[in-house]
């Protein structure tokens, strides 16, 4: 098989989550241009009716279906919508996420609950509904679950993210754990850990911290808009067949030092 039909998504269903801007948009874009229909999940139904019109005027077919993934309850329903509009799901990112901000001897026990909801509870929860309902039955699947470098390294000073941390290295290990149970199904379970990228949850941190960033980076810059792309489609096409329980770091080499 040529490289070039390793790549291609033709046919393939995505389901997207946090798929109405930033990261998860631009993964979105990514996985249409190589031929998948694209379904989109985010809280605010204005903002993902926006991003599915902005997919649809780039030729990709996309499917909004608005969401809080933090109310576990919700999730058969969002499978359903996607099955019903489009077809079973081939691929799922798993992308939706949040974070908060707070010392960790003060760390309201609310917001731990909230982030570990929407990031962890939500990350296998969905999995879960999509394995059983599409990609076991079918012996076949690529699930990507957007964790972070956050989850494989401590913090650098000035940041106090003790619950976005620990829900993003339990969604490594989770992928890990996923990748051992349903590899006997054909199903491919990888993580992308990105570093500092430009977006609405980033931006006050980057505008404090980002052009130390910038100086600890061995590429000399922050992420940009085209730099997931390349990852998210490989993990999702044949192309990444023999790869399974990875996590893989995009992010500019700043995690070595």
């Not at 990261?23 to 996985?31: I, V």
């Not at 204005?46 to 030729?59: C, K, S, T, W």
Request: proline share 5%.
């Amino acid at each position: 098989m040529s490289l070039k039909n390793l790549l291609d998504l033709m046919g393939r269903v995505a389901l997207v989550t946090g798929g109405s801007r930033g990261l998860g948009l631009q993964m979105a874009e990514a996985l249409g241009e190589m031929g998948a229909r694209v379904a989109l999940t985010a809280r605010k139904a204005p903002e993902l009716e926006a991003a599915a019109r902005h997919l649809a005027d780039r030729g990709v077919e996309a499917l909004p279906v608005p969401v809080d993934l933090g109310r576990r309850e919700s999730i058969p329903a969002v499978v359903e919508a996607v099955v019903s509009g489009l077809g079973p799901v081939d691929v799922l990112v798993n992308n939706a996420g949040t974070t908060w901000g707070a010392p960790a001897e003060s760390h309201p026990p609310e917001a731990w609950d909230k982030v570990m909801r929407l990031n962890l509870d939500a990350t296998f929860f969905l999995s879960q509904e999509v394995a059983r309902r599409c990609m076991i039955p079918r012996r076949s699947g690529k699930i990507v679950n957007v964790a972070s470098v956050a989850g494989l390294l401590g913090n650098p000073p000035g940041m106090t993210t003790a619950a976005y941390n620990a829900s993003k290295g339990a969604v490594v290990n989770l992928t890990r754990a996923l990748a051992v149970e349903w590899g006997r199904y054909g199903v491919n379970v990888n993580a992308i850990c990105p570093g500092f990228f430009p977006s609405k949850m980033t931006h006050g941190l980057l505008s404090q911290i980002g052009q130390k960033v910038v100086e600890m980076t061995p590429l000399g810059r922050l992420g940009g808009e085209e730099d997931l792309k390349g990852a998210v489609v490989f993990l999702a096409s044949e192309a990444s067949r023999h790869v399974t329980g990875q996590a893989l770091v995009v992010d500019g080499g700043a995690s070595l030092w």
